[in-house]
Antibody, heavy 127, light 108 residues
Framework: EVQLVESGGGLVQPGGSLRLSCATS????????MNWVRQAPGKGLEWVAN???????KFYVDSVKGRFTISRDNANSLYLQMNSLRAEDTAVYYC?????????????????????WGQGTLVTVSS | EIVMTQSPATLSVSPGERATLSCRAS??????LAWVQQKPGQAPRLLMY???TRATGIPARFSGSGSGTEFTLTISSLQSEDFAVYYC??????????FGQGTKLEIK
């Protein structure tokens, strides 16, 4: 079964830092881009950042550039280091899979992004 | 950045009836459009990708159409479990990936 499990959320003061983790299982992690998406209380979905399969490309929404860093490791985990946190960063943070593009014994495969989501972890920035 | 606009913001429909949700992109996204369902307190779930392809396990009462800038999600006969918030999302031109503001589908 494909699973994404986020952790690391909590209450932090403005200006503080937090590191989120997303543990994955049930699929070949190295075939997929990975994303962080957030949802402020009572609001819609906002894409935050993503990272290429090999970690060589990373992209961010403008509002977090210079403050957040996305990373991944070879143990099938995704991370989001959040520094200089602001009240407006308060949200549930989801990790989401995709897209994927890879070759295997049966040929080339492309899979659409955001096909699997984790259950989310709540980050509250408040004094 | 491509702006996604959904209408209506809230749609009230009776169980068993048909629901039609709309999504408009500020510029063409070809068919690189997904629909995501979110129930209260739950994570989002992919319903549709490529504008009209149902994701794994999604029932046939859900259908999607459109290309370019105008898209529609239709639920042919609403079941109780379909009342939720629906978001459209473009993945044609990124970063950033962008979502619409959502349509809340509520019981009439």
């Amino acid at each position: 079964e494909v699973q994404l499990v986020e952790s690391g959320g909590g209450l932090v003061q403005p200006g503080g830092s937090l590191r989120l983790s997303c543990a994955t299982s049930g699929f070949t992690f190295s075939n997929y881009w990975m994303n962080w998406v957030r949802q402020a209380p009572g609001k819609g979905l906002e894409w935050v950042a993503n990272i290429k399969q090999d970690g060589t490309e990373k992209f961010y929404v403008d509002s977090v550039k210079g403050r957040f860093t996305i990373s991944r490791d070879n143990a099938n985990s995704l991370y989001l280091q959040m520094n200089s946190l602001r009240a407006e960063d308060t949200a549930v943070y989801y990790c989401a899979r995709g897209p994927a593009d890879y070759y295997d014994s049966s040929g080339y495969h492309f899979e659409e992004p955001f096909d699997i989501w984790g259950q989310g972890t709540l980050v509250t920035v408040s004094s | 950045e491509i702006v996604m606009t959904q209408s209506p913001a809230t749609l009230s429909v009776s169980p068993g009836e048909r629901a039609t949700l709309s999504c408009r992109a500020s510029q063409s996204v070809s068919s690189n459009l997904a629909w995501v369902q979110q129930k209260p307190g739950q994570a989002p779930r992919l319903l549709m990708y490529g504008a009209s392809t149902r994701a794994t396990g999604i029932p046939a009462r859900f259908s999607g159409s459109g290309s370019g800038t105008e898209f529609t999600l239709t639920i042919s006969s609403l079941q109780s479990e379909d009342f939720a918030v629906y978001y459209c999302q473009q993945y044609h031109d990124w970063p950033p990936y962008t979502f619409g503001q959502g349509t809340k589908l509520e019981i009439k």
